[in-house]
């Protein structure tokens, strides 16, 4: 790979708090921004807070008229090279609308680099998420990258525009976690004539 992919990767950030006031969203922001900044890819926020998308009845293969904005979120997953999930903590948990659009694709998340960051507002950085998140991702084929981003104290380690704020500036826990991405896109587009 030489560091850097043959031509730049198109990364999705699927942004997964819906939640009033939510404060994960900063941390899309950031890695929008980093990744834009430094032109590492193509970047788009998928941000569930705008889709909206009403409580799961059934798979995008079953759906009989499927809703412009579910179309659009498919191909947009379908179409990147690799996604970022950005999740905040719920009760141990990952929040519902996350679940929601995990259950919504099948085929689309089969063999996708997928990296998790995971947000808390307390000092372990939402972490308890990746057991149950990782193992739905799992289970629906997708490739978790091990690598962990794991942002505690969210309101105080980035501002409302995705700029780090606190003492800690994650600068090489991002390279760590980006490198890890784009190795893995890179090492699956190198597979692609693979049967
Ligand atoms: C319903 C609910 C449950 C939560 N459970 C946890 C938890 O289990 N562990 C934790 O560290 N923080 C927990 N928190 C705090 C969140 O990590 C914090 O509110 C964070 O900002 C959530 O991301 P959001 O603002 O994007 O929704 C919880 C918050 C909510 C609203």
Redesign the pocket.
Known sequence: MNGKPASKPNIAIISA?I?N?????RVALYFQKHLKENKLAGVEILDLNKYKFPLFEERLNYLKSPSADVIDFAQKVRSADGIIIVT?????GYPASLKNVIDLLTDDWSHKPVALAT????I?G?S?VLTSLQFSLWKIRAWTVPAMFRVPN??ESFDKNGNPAGKHTFAKTTAGFIKELLWCIEAKSRMKDFK
Request: charged share 25%.
């Open positions: 708090s939640r006031g939510r404060q994960s969203h905040p903590e719920y009760n141990g947000v808390s507002d307390g372990f939402g308890q969210v309101d």
